[in-house]
């Protein structure tokens, strides 16, 4: 149920994406355009890393960070959006509580550096209820993708013979990455080239531990998850080096160049490369490598650098367009690849 209610906030905010680039759209309504920022990182990632995470913990009352997510979102496009926001800030809440109890049942570094990123989540919320636009708390939420991600890589890398270096490194990074959030929301002309700095310091560190470096020379599912997750970390470099050259995007083409690279480009990739993990953890289905998943993650990295090199740098209308339209085109590829690759039978935890 939790993911229905993510995947129709996707294809909500899907819509709410056409109608600003200002193409046909299956629903003409101007809520959808007015939350599609909102849909895509509370409703569906929200939902999504909130829902991995409840079953983690498997307590009862973990699930209402996902439902919190999602129901909150959705109602946004209604006339009780207060109460969204109410519910959002529950479903917030409670992942953060989640990881609280998670950490005390495993006291690994990686759920300390997620926890850190639903406190940025948390944060950027409780700002956005105070009548702050989305751009405002961009970094506070790139900082909690960033976080989420980061510790879930460093859960798979745990293993590794750099796990020692990591558990140093790893916290050391995401609190610098947390501390310089707050500079960058009080003081951004020069707090948002600081965060920059330390986010490209934070991915290149990620760069250099993560194992997919090595798996990506291996074949099949390996090498596809690798190049996905690498492919990430470039466009979180991106913009990442955005905001260093060029200080705070709160509108325009710069801040379009900025909320893709980290959302599709870096977020989206990388949900691609762990869709294999994260499904069987919360269906207990497996999914198989399929050939065709490299279709639409091709596709996304076409339209993006379409939208972003010629339409953001270059203000081609018309590019900027069929970018955006590629990338829709992309998530609805990999929806569709997806389930046909999930298989019916039950599987195991692929971790």
């Known amino acids: 149920m939790y993911l229905v209610l ?26 959808l355009a007015e939350a599609h920022g909102e849909l895509l990182v509370f409703g569906f990632l929200g939902t999504v890393i909130a829902l991995e995470r409840s079953v983690a913990l498997r307590r009862g009352w973990s699930y209402l960070a ?15 959006a207060p109460m969204g926001r109410a519910l959002q800030l529950l479903g917030c809440s409670t992942l953060l509580f989640s990881y609280v109890a998670l950490w005390q049942r495993t006291r690994e570094a990686a759920v300390a550096i997620q926890g850190l ?11 956005l209820s105070g009548g702050a636009s989305l ?24 293993l590794q013979a750099a796990a020692g270096r990591l558990n140093v490194f790893g916290p050391l990074a995401a609190g610098a990455l947390a501390t310089a959030a707050i500079p960058a929301l009080l003081w951004p002309l020069w707090g948002i080239p600081v965060f920059g700095a330390i986010l490209i310091a934070c991915t290149l560190g990620l760069l250099r531990f993560d ?29 990442a080096a955005t905001w260093l050259l060029a200080g705070p ?19 989206l990739s990388m949900i691609m490369g762990h869709a294999p993990i994260i499904i069987p953890a919360v269906t207990q289905r497996a999914v198989q490598y399929r050939t065709w998943m490299w279709g ?3 596709l996304l990295q076409a339209g993006l650098l379409v939208r972003i090199a010629l339409g953001d740098i270059r203000q081609y209308q018309w590019a900027w367009q069929l970018g955006g339209a590629l990338n829709v085109l992309a ?15 039950p599987g195991k935890d692929p971790r």
């Open 6 to 31: 993510g995947g129709v906030c996707l294809l909500a905010g899907l819509n709410g994406g056409l109608l600003l680039l200002d193409l046909p759209a299956p629903v003409s309504f101007e809520r």
């Open 66 to 80: 996902p439902a919190g997510f999602a129901v909150g979102s959705l109602a946004l496009l209604s006339a009780m």
């Open 117 to 127: 990123g639903a406190t940025l989540a948390l944060g950027a919320l409780l700002t």
């Open 135 to 158: 751009a405002i708390t961009l970094p506070w939420l790139v900082g909690f993708l960033t976080l989420t991600i980061a510790g879930e890589r460093l859960e798979l890398m745990r």
């Open 211 to 239: 194992i997919a470096r090595t798996t990506v020379r291996l074949n099949g599912l390996p090498r596809f998850s690798a190049t996905c997750i690498l492919t990430g970390y470039v466009w979180l470099l991106v913009s």
């Open 249 to 267: 995007q709160l509108s325009g083409p710069g801040y379009d160049l900025v909320i893709h690279a980290v959302f599709l480009g870096f977020a």
């Open 296 to 298: 639409p993650f091709l």
């Open 331 to 345: 998530v609805l590829a990999f929806l569709l690849s997806t389930l046909l690759a999930v298989d019916t039978k």
